[in-house]
């Protein structure tokens, strides 16, 4: 997702996009770790896509 979309979001909704980034980083680390994850880049989309809305979570409560 873009940042420009992740600005329009509300605080609860960014709470709940960053849940569930977490929960699927969480499973393509398991999957990585037994060889069922094909496309390993994903991964490194995951971190990038939490750090974002990290990001957008911190400018709204900043001002």
Partial sequence: MDASDLR???AEELAEELEKALKEQFNMRFQRATDQLPQTHLLTQSRRNIAR???IIREKQNG
């Fill in 53 to 55: 809305v990290k990001t």
């Fill in 8 to 10: 329009e979001f509300t």
